[in-house]
């Protein structure tokens, strides 16, 4: 046992609790029958351009980008050259899927619908003569939008495995053009009011849609991350930028793509309001396709990194959140009123304005291994007009400055969260940060206790009470993340028995406790110092009864491995690999993996898409 977690224990409670937590063994107790936790064959690091997992289990593709959704009457072919028109992208898988839930249809798990994001765009890829050598067009735009969103696909297995229903009523895409609905406090205020929308209540789209939530009513919650990157402008324009738009990035002249020459909402200059009506936790019905989405405004504006949820003791709902970026926060929502429970129409309807009216918290974790939900709420702590905040509207949507006045915790990087099942523990993936402990920056503490943190880690930590909506909780490290042998890496895992990753990012527990880890190394840093050895992007299985980490998969070159879902019954697991071949290592903007699609680089455009992962025998996943 590390230091690090007896000191947790010790801290978070008495020795019965503390067994009650770790001790539980629910994975491990209730798998005895079918098979050993964590007994399948790790799968070694590696720099192989393909998918590997072990030998007990077979993958499946599903869904790679531009195969159609299935939309009766409208389901356009792919084509390889990428000659697809923006229309045809509309009713097509997008690019680079990301977070993802399975949605069952029957008792059985074996029909259900796959709901996914479609997080950016390679726009080299997405076009038939790119961006670079081809420039850009109204069509481009159009195109780039329609590929970005969320699918909503209906799967079903049979003897010949996983397959998409073609086509589906339930068969959609969400995209970054699809009209939505604004709700919460923050609708119709003066910061959301734009000159196609005077009211403030309604806008075009969501787009970089990374990680993901489930409600208990049965509904997907999208949410939007680096939307800054979509917003341009003048150059010259960038000098009138306020200190709000320069923390959120949204600054003419720094966007990653020319939306705004083409689509004058993406123009800074010409509507700075636009860009407040992004970076939103989406609440999308994958049951009625011609359900109109809505920005759920009461959770705060960030660039939205998962939105987890769980249920408090006395029936309100909460929401745990990431803000992706060096030195941002994490967030914890609790609603007013309590959970309608099921799953059905009448239930959905009962729980339709649920995410509207709460409190919106930040976290601030402590060096003694203690941490505090601080309230943000406009009249309170500082939140006034004279710091610059008009009303609880401003401090949703100026969430990060907020943040900074009550002194939540500046992290480092946090990604996905994920609660344990039966321990209602909370996991946190903190990627990395390379800047940790640069001049001007802030230093190290106790949560984020490395200098220039290249290998991120995961932290945990335990409501009072067990209670998601209490004030105060106690946390620790379950991992530390790196290569050991590395020098100053300063590695700490849980156990002996845990195999090194680097750059956590996606996290997902199953239904037995089984923790399902995925890492986002950038494509620029795979397989080089001081990420030599841990190979290419990864998946692995922790158990955290036992603190052993093993790992299960490794993905083609430049991949990104994120978006994970295991079946109710426990039979299968769909993950997603993002961006293969994105390391564009040859300096010419081309790609090393023509995954799946093709075996050597240049054969064929490397396209994202979605595996079904079984074990051979049919057992539990995960042993
Ligand atoms: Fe889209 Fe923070 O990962
Ligand atoms: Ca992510
Ligand atoms: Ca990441
Ligand atoms: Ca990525």
New binding site residues.
């Given amino acids: 046992m590390t230091l690090d977690r007896r000191q947790f224990l010790l801290r978070s409670g008495s020795a019965a609790a503390v067994v009650a937590l770790f001790g539980q063994g629910c994975a491990s107790s209730g798998l005895a029958a079918q098979g050993k936790v964590l007994g399948f064959t790790g799968v070694p690091a590696s720099l192989h351009d393909g998918v590997t997992i072990p030998p007990e289990y077979e993958w499946q593709l599903l869904y790679p980008w531009g195969t159609p959704t299935g939309v009766a009457g409208r389901m356009p072919a792919f084509a390889a050259d990428a000659g697809n028109s923006a229309d045809d992208q509309a009713l097509q898988a997008g690019m680079?899927h990301d977070g993802m839930h399975f949605f069952p249809l029957d008792g059985a798990g074996e029909r259900g619908l796959l709901v996914m994001n479609h997080?950016y765009t390679d726009e080299q890829l997405l076009h038939v003569d790119g961006v670079k050598a081809g420039g850009w067009s109204a069509e481009k735009v159009r195109k780039s939008l329609h590929a970005m969103g969320v699918s909503v696909i209906e799967i079903r297995r049979g003897p010949e495995g996983w397959r998409q229903v073609l086509p589906s009523p339930f068969a959609r895409r969400v995209h970054g053009r699809t009209p939505m609905r604004i709700s919460g406090p923050a609708a119709g205020t003066p910061r959301m009011r734009t000159a196609a929308n005077p009211a403030g209540d309604a806008v075009l789209g969501t787009f970089a849609n990374c990680a993901m939530g489930v409600t208990p009513w049965g509904t997907y919650l999208t949410c939007e991350e680096n939307f800054h990157g979509y917003f341009g402008g003048p150059k010259e324009a960038a000098r009138a930028a306020t200190p709000a738009q320069r923390r959120y990035g949204t600054v003419a002249g720094s966007q990653w793509v020319e939306y705004w020459r083409f689509d004058e909402r993406f123009d800074l200059s010409r509507h700075p309001n636009e860009p407040h009506r992004f970076g939103w936790v989406v609440e999308i019905d994958p049951f009625d396709p011609a359900a109109t989405p809505v920005k759920r405004t009461a959770l705060g504006r960030k660039r939205q990194e998962s939105a987890t949820c769980t249920v408090a003791k006395d029936g309100r709902l909460v929401v745990y959140m990431g803000d992706d970026s060096r030195f941002e926060y994490i967030y914890k929502f609790v609603s007013r009123d309590k959970v309608h429970p099921g799953t059905d129409a009448a239930a959905r309807a009962a729980n339709s304005h649920l995410l509207d009216e709460g409190t919106l918290y930040v976290a601030r974790y402590d060096a003694d291994g203690r941490g505090s939900w601080l309230p943000l709420v406009h009249g309170r702590d500082g939140l006034d007009a004279a710091a610059g905040f008009a009303d609880q509207a401003d401090v949703l949507i100026h969430a990060r400055l907020a943040g900074d006045i009550v002194g939540g915790t500046k992290m480092d990087r946090p990604e996905w969260i994920a609660v344990h099942p039966q321990s209602g523990e909370v996991y946190v993936t903190l990627t990395n940060n390379s800047q940790r402990g640069d001049a001007g920056k802030p230093g190290t503490d106790a949560a984020n206790p490395r200098a220039n943190n290249f290998f991120g880690g995961i932290l945990r930590w335990r409501e009072d009470g067990g209670d998601a909506a209490a004030t105060g909780f106690g946390w620790n490290h379950f991992a530390l993340a790196g290569d050991p042998a590395q020098a100053g890496s300063g590695a700490r895992y849980p156990s002996a028995e845990a195999d090194m990753f680097g750059a956590p990012d996606g996290l997902h527990f199953d239904r037995g406790g089984l923790l399902w880890i995925q890492t986002?190394m950038s494509g620029q840093a795979i397989g080089k110092p001081p990420y030599t050895s841990l190979g290419n992007n990864q998946m692995l299985c922790a158990d955290p009864a036992s603190g052993r980490i093993k790992r299960f998969l490794t993905g083609p070159n430049g991949c990104?491995i994120?978006g994970c879902v295991v079946t109710p019954d426990r039979r299968t697991l769909f993950v997603n690999i993002?961006?293969p071949g994105e390391a564009r290592d040859d300096g010419d903007g081309g790609h090393n993996s023509a995954w799946p699609d093709g075996t050597a680089p240049g054969q064929a455009r490397p396209r994202s898409a979605t595996l079904a992962i079984r074990r051979r025998d049919g057992g539990i996943v995960g042993t």
């Fill in positions: 680079h997080e986002d990104e994120t993002q961006h």
